[in-house]
């Protein structure tokens, strides 16, 4: 199983072991992981889950479609590397993926 790294706002990080085929915040979710509430529950209809991809990794995960980067209009503090949770698949390339959260959601 593939790992992420959780990074939260204080400069706080927890791995946890992500399930293949399922998103970044789901596992977030299921792992408790603070700073990400994910109100709508995954269908990319809030902003709730934004984090920010670590650069390594920025290629791997993808840029966002449409849809997620209209939803990012409504994100805190967005940069050029946030990206909504819910919208990131987990893969086996994805082993050792690092996400930093913003000191607020939404």
Not at 10 to 24: C, D, H, K, N, P
Not at 78 to 93: D, G, M, W
Not at 95 to 103: F, K, R
Request: a negative charge; aromatic letters at 6%; hydrophobic letters at 35%.
């Amino acid at each position: 199983m593939p790992k992420i790294t959780y990074r939260d706002s204080f400069g706080e990080s927890r791995t946890i072991e992500a399930e293949l085929g399922t998103t970044v915040m789901e596992n977030a979710i299921r792992n408790a992981v603070p700073e990400i509430t994910a109100e709508c529950g995954g269908g990319c209809a809030c902003a709730t889950c934004h984090v920010y991809v670590d650069e390594a990794w920025l290629d791997l995960v993808g840029k966002p479609s449409d849809q997620e980067e209209d939803m990012l209009d409504f994100a805190y503090k967005v940069q050029p590397n946030s990206r909504l949770s819910c919208q990131i698949k987990v893969t086996a390339e994805l082993d050792g993926l690092v996400v930093t959260t913003p000191e607020r959601q939404g």
